[in-house]
């Protein structure tokens, strides 16, 4: 079955700085890539999706990337803020299981002020 | 627009005693539902899923069971919990393949 490893397990950054979450992904029929974010106590959240006919694709401060050779995706943040503080998971979807997402193991992601 | 709701939002039960946690989704038909388990500072695990009326694909063994009794309704259920059944439990629902997979806003289940 469909693999994914997420990296790093935790990331820290100064405000206004860029953060970067890394993705790789097993299977090479997997054709849709979330990203999914998840405040303290609350349900996790779509954020951005990619399809595998796409390369990149961008909304406001945040950017998800997709090498279908190496089998990874990745997921930018540009000029963070404190309210990006949150954990973050990627997931990928197999097109043989039909119905179901791997994800990552996650990402605790904080912004200092 | 959809909306799915889940409850309750809190749940503290004896070891030994039954589970039922509901989920139903609104404004759409024949959903694929799903029943995930969050531990605590831990990832998604996939519990059960479920492609239509009476249909459940089990993904992880365990005193844990599911039933869809009807198109936009998902239960999960045990007979008798254990300590290890705690944890953040969360329903979502997808409308097709390569779509987004929504969540519910979860149960927190403290089995003591």
């Known amino acids: 079955g469909e693999n994914v490893e997420q990296h790093p397990s935790t990331l820290s950054v100064q405000e206004g700085d860029s953060a970067v979450i890394k993705c790789t992904y097993s299977?090479?029929?997997?054709?849709?890539f979330p990203w999914y974010k998840q405040e303290l106590g609350k349900r996790p959240q779509l954020i951005i999706d990619?399809?595998?006919?796409?390369g990149e694709k961008k909304d406001q401060r945040i950017a998800v990337t997709l090498n279908k050779t190496a089998k990874h995706f990745s997921l930018h943040i540009t000029e963070t803020q404190p309210e990006d503080s949150a954990v973050y998971f990627c997931?990928?979807?197999?097109?043989?299981?039909?119905?179901?997402?791997?994800f990552g193991k996650g990402t605790l992601l904080t912004v200092n002020p | 627009s959809q909306t799915i709701h889940q409850w309750p939002a809190t749940l503290v039960q004896p070891v030994g005693s039954p589970l039922s946690l509901e989920c139903t989704v609104e404004g759409t038909s024949n959903p694929n539902l799903y029943w995930y388990r969050q531990a605590a500072g831990r990832g998604l695990q996939l519990l059960f899923y479920s492609v239509g009326i009476g249909q459940i694909s089990s993904e992880v063994p365990q005193n844990l069971s599911a039933s869809r009794p009807q198109d936009r309704q998902f239960i999960l259920s045990s007979k008798k919990l254990l300590l290890s059944d705690s944890g953040f439990y969360l329903c979502?629902?997808?409308?097709?393949?390569?779509?987004?997979?929504?969540f519910g806003n979860g149960t927190r289940l403290t089995v003591t």
């Open positions: 979502a629902w997808r409308s097709q393949l390569n779509s987004p997979l929504h």
């Open positions: 997931a990928a979807s197999p097109r043989g299981s039909n119905y179901k997402l791997t």
């Open positions: 990619i399809r595998s006919n796409v």
């Open positions: 299977d090479s029929a997997s054709n849709y």
